[in-house]
């Protein structure tokens, strides 16, 4: 064998490599919440002096079961923001949101569904309906219906919570700080509820 037939191969396989791709082509960026209220770093909270609150990830509809940001364009369609691409799914993005925000303001000790075996005190469960754009009034979306379980007995309390927040475009930046604000909108409502 010579060396030209073992370099041949090698060099096709070399100029292969430029058109080979894994996988869609990333975004510029990727999108998450931040929490305007939570816990000092440093801070202990025991159930032994403290209620506590078990926050469950939210149902979702297939439409918020992806990382894409829906943007519902009428009545019966739907499309996505272009390049607008969430870290993580929106379900445990906002029930962290929730679980930061209801810790800060009222004092409880906050559990997720994994750590509640021993106390899991109260129960907030519950669907988000919206996590997106309404493209008829350019506005961010969150819409979450919340059912909740105080610690005294088994009667279940729901209620909406729904926060709308203009957005000058439709486009990635605008839309996640949008959705960002209306998703702590609702947290704070959330936990104002939960504290009562």
Do not use: H
């Not at 969430?86 to 750590?115: H, I, M, Y």
């Not at 909740?148 to 605008?174: C, M, Q, S």
Request: with cysteine.
């Amino acid at each position: 064998m010579n060396k030209l037939s073992i370099l041949l191969p090698v060099a096709a396989a070399l100029s292969l490599g430029g058109c080979i791709t894994f996988g869609a082509k990333p975004p510029p960026s990727l999108l998450t919440l931040e929490s305007v209220s939570s816990v000092p770093a440093g801070e202990t909270r025991s159930s032994a002096n403290a209620q506590t609150i078990t926050i469950a990830v939210p149902a979702v509809s297939q439409a918020l079961a992806t990382t894409r940001v829906p943007v519902q364009s009428s009545n019966t369609s739907l499309a996505y923001v272009k390049d607008a691409i969430w870290v993580e799914l929106p379900a445990p993005l906002f029930a962290r949101l929730t679980a930061d925000t209801v810790a800060a303001k009222t004092g409880r000790v906050v559990l997720s569904t994994a750590q509640s075996f021993s106390d899991p005190g109260a129960r907030l469960s519950g669907e988000l309906r919206n996590f997106g754009v309404d493209a008829a009034t350019s506005e961010a979306v969150v819409t979450f219906d919340a059912a909740l379980i105080r610690t005294n007995g088994n009667v279940v309390e729901k209620r909406r919570f729904e926060a709308r927040v203009r957005v000058d475009t439709i486009t990635a930046g605008p839309v996640a700080r949008g959705i960002n604000q209306a998703a702590n909108q609702v947290a704070a409502e959330v936990a104002d509820w939960v504290g009562k």
